[in-house]
């Protein structure tokens, strides 16, 4: 396939994906996610915990250049249709097939894993773009373009999750293993792969003087039997995600590949491709961080992004097998050699993004998300000053984390991770997204924890200097500490709320602190 028929393919998938991302936040405009919001509420920063920095990079640019939605919107419709392009490049290039190719990227558009994942600041999408783009173009090393491109490819994914890593050291290898059978290996050819594919994940074991920031930890300390359920859950979760349609085109893909010569014109690009799913599957058993309710034998579903693309490739390859088969079986009519294929890719599609924009709509829907959403609009029309009461953050959540890092580095180890937690937010989650959802940020949006330790008399004075205009109490809130007591006492007894917010069970009172 030509390089100018690769461009205009790009050319076309990468606005439909950009504009379908924009529509949709359009839509629904509620961000969700406990990792998004912190990215959100903290995008001044770079450095969060021990999360690798480019997605916040970026983030930081994009609320610096279109502070508000848009950024978001724009930011991670532009990554999804890296992704997109990335993907559609990589299945040509493994096949060699261009309706193969652009079966994969329509398949990858409407997956409603994707969809859903892929609309909020989550570092997947990112690596997901990287990767594929890297090993695009791994084909070409060897040459200065195809090295300059796969080590940029690379090094961004290993800046932006630790999975990212893997994808390098396989490249690496290839590089080297490519070089010894055209008989041009040197021993200069080791030092050139490992500056080539390792440089980022050099520069950060540098800056960290370790795996990541102290107080932070990124590996499970121990091993237990239990973690080895954790790769079954990734891929189950990302066959759950895919129409049994989908699946079985992937399938046939799969045999197509594999055992057809013919049919698989990069071998070894294809060896190493099985290979890095096989590592990232692995390296789950040992992330240091699994989520409730079974933090040893689950991860976050997250991690399913990788092998769906994988399944999307094969789906891409299968799919055009059977679309030309049919045609085909079907050549004595014109009409329906075209239809069936046509209308069987239309069924497909609209499946897939009926239940994405379900699972999206339902995120929007959710009661809590909702009513801090109603909050922060009421708020941000009035363009005013508010104090947020709200319920803490679960203290086993926050005693479990120091507990873990002190398991991992001692009491140093705790103290420094202390200090992580005041660089981020552990402050309420529904102040968070109010915070967020309002764009007002934390001068004229206050957490009532700013006021630990400070009397009645302080409260007042903050609230009289700073124009504190409403407060915000949540349905849920109880007041234990001193200073929300004392909030309650002198802002909320004897008053009526101004407007009440109520989604289900969930609720907010929003009462008018000074006329």
């Given at each position: 396939?030509?390089?100018?028929?690769?461009?205009?393919?790009?050319?076309?998938?990468?606005?439909?994906?950009?504009?379908?991302?924009?529509?949709?936040?359009?839509?629904?405009?509620?961000?969700?996610?406990?990792?998004?919001?912190?990215?959100?509420?903290?995008?001044?920063?770079?450095?969060?915990?021990?999360?690798?920095?480019?997605?916040?990079?970026?983030?930081?640019?994009?609320?610096?250049?279109?502070?508000?939605?848009?950024?978001?919107?724009?930011?991670?419709?532009?990554?999804?249709?890296?992704?997109?392009?990335?993907?559609?490049?990589?299945?040509?290039?493994?096949?060699?097939?261009?309706?193969?190719?652009?079966?994969?990227?329509?398949?990858?558009?409407?997956?409603?894993?994707?969809?859903?994942?892929?609309?909020?600041?989550?570092?997947?999408?990112?690596?997901?773009?990287?990767?594929?783009?890297?090993?695009?173009?791994?084909?070409?090393?060897?040459?200065?373009?195809?090295?300059?491109?796969?080590?940029?490819?690379?090094?961004?994914?290993?800046?932006?999750?630790?999975?990212?890593?893997?994808?390098?050291?396989?490249?690496?290898?290839?590089?080297?293993?490519?070089?010894?059978e055209e008989g041009r290996m040197r021993g200069r050819n080791l030092i050139e792969s490992f500056l080539l594919y390792g440089w980022a994940p050099a520069l950060w074991l540098a800056w960290n003087k370790g795996l990541s920031p102290g107080g932070t930890f990124v590996l499970q300390a121990q091993f237990d039997w239990a973690l080895l359920y954790r790769p079954y859950f990734v891929v189950k979760?990302?066959?759950?995600?895919?129409?049994?349609?989908?699946?079985?085109?992937?399938?046939?893909?799969?045999?197509?590949?594999?055992?057809?010569?013919?049919?698989?014109?990069?071998?070894?690009?294809?060896?190493?491709?099985?290979?890095?799913?096989?590592?990232?599957?692995?390296?789950?058993?040992?992330?240091?961080?699994?989520?409730?309710?079974?933090?040893?034998?689950?991860?976050?579903?997250?991690?399913?992004?990788?092998?769906?693309?994988?399944?999307?490739?094969?789906?891409?390859?299968?799919?055009?097998?059977?679309?030309?088969?049919?045609?085909?079986?079907?050549?004595?009519?014109?009409?329906?050699?075209?239809?069936?294929?046509?209308?069987?890719?239309?069924?497909?599609?609209?499946?897939?993004?009926?239940?994405?924009?379900?699972?999206?709509?339902?995120?929007?829907?959710?009661?809590?998300?909702?009513?801090?959403?109603?909050?922060?609009?009421?708020?941000?029309?009035?363009?005013?000053?508010?104090?947020?009461?709200?319920?803490?953050?679960?203290?086993?959540?926050?005693?479990?984390?120091?507990?873990?890092?002190?398991?991992?580095?001692?009491?140093?180890?705790?103290?420094?991770?202390?200090?992580?937690?005041?660089?981020?937010?552990?402050?309420?989650?529904?102040?968070?997204?109010?915070?967020?959802?309002?764009?007002?940020?934390?001068?004229?949006?206050?957490?009532?924890?700013?006021?630990?330790?400070?009397?009645?008399?302080?409260?007042?004075?903050?609230?009289?200097?700073?124009?504190?205009?409403?407060?915000?109490?949540?349905?849920?809130?109880?007041?234990?500490?001193?200073?929300?007591?004392?909030?309650?006492?002198?802002?909320?007894?004897?008053?009526?709320?101004?407007?009440?917010?109520?989604?289900?069970?969930?609720?907010?009172?929003?009462?008018?602190?000074?006329?």
């Amino acid at each position: 396939m030509t390089h100018r028929t690769t461009v205009k393919d790009m050319l076309t998938i990468m606005p439909a994906m950009l504009g379908l991302h924009v529509a949709l936040g359009l839509r629904y405009p509620i961000v969700y996610g406990g990792d998004t919001i912190i990215r959100l509420v903290n995008f001044r920063g770079i450095l969060i915990s021990y999360q690798l920095p480019l997605l916040q990079l970026l983030l930081h640019y994009a609320m610096r250049w279109f502070f508000g939605p848009w950024a978001i919107w724009l930011l991670m419709g532009a990554l999804s249709a890296l992704a997109a392009a990335g993907l559609h490049a990589l299945t040509l290039e493994v096949t060699q097939d261009r309706r193969a190719a652009w079966l994969a990227a329509i398949f990858f558009a409407a997956h409603p894993f994707i969809l859903f994942y892929s609309r909020v600041p989550y570092q997947e999408p990112l690596l997901l773009a990287c990767c594929l783009w890297g090993f695009c173009y791994l084909s070409h090393s060897g040459t200065l373009r195809g090295d300059l491109l796969t080590s940029l490819a690379f090094g961004a994914a290993c800046l932006t999750r630790y999975e990212g890593w893997l994808a390098a050291a396989v490249a690496s290898v290839y590089r080297i293993w490519r070089l010894r059978e055209e008989g041009r290996m040197r021993g200069r050819n080791l030092i050139e792969s490992f500056l080539l594919y390792g440089w980022a994940p050099a520069l950060w074991l540098a800056w960290n003087k370790g795996l990541s920031p102290g107080g932070t930890f990124v590996l499970q300390a121990q091993f237990d039997w239990a973690l080895l359920y954790r790769p079954y859950f990734v891929v189950k979760s990302a066959v759950w995600w895919t129409e049994s349609a989908i699946v079985l085109m992937a399938l046939v893909g799969f045999a197509v590949l594999w055992m057809s010569p013919r049919a698989q014109p990069q071998p070894r690009l294809h060896a190493c491709l099985g290979i890095f799913l096989l590592l990232y599957l692995g390296a789950m058993i040992f992330s240091a961080h699994g989520i409730e309710p079974d933090p040893v034998r689950l991860v976050t579903e997250r991690e399913a992004f990788v092998p769906i693309a994988f399944l999307l490739l094969y789906a891409g390859a299968g799919a055009s097998r059977l679309a030309g088969e049919t045609q085909r079986i079907l050549a004595s009519s014109a009409l329906m050699k075209c239809a069936v294929p046509c209308l069987a890719l239309v069924l497909v599609v609209s499946l897939y993004f009926s239940r994405g924009f379900g699972r999206i709509a339902s995120a929007n829907s959710d009661p809590d998300l909702k009513t801090d959403y109603q909050v922060a609009q009421f708020l941000a029309g009035k363009q005013a000053t508010a104090v947020v009461l709200a319920r803490p953050l679960p203290r086993y959540q926050i005693e479990d984390y120091l507990r873990r890092a002190e398991k991992t580095g001692g009491p140093e180890g705790r103290k420094k991770a202390e200090h992580v937690l005041k660089a981020v937010e552990t402050t309420p989650f529904d102040y968070q997204r109010v915070l967020a959802y309002s764009w007002l940020g934390k001068e004229r949006i206050v957490s009532a924890d700013l006021f630990r330790g400070i009397g009645p008399a302080g409260i007042e004075a903050f609230f009289r200097n700073r124009n504190v205009e409403y407060l915000v109490v949540f349905s849920d809130f109880t007041p234990v500490e001193e200073h929300e007591r004392a909030i309650v006492s002198l802002y909320v007894e004897d008053r009526s709320a101004e407007q009440e917010i109520r989604n289900g069970d969930k609720a907010a009172r929003i009462y008018r602190v000074r006329s």
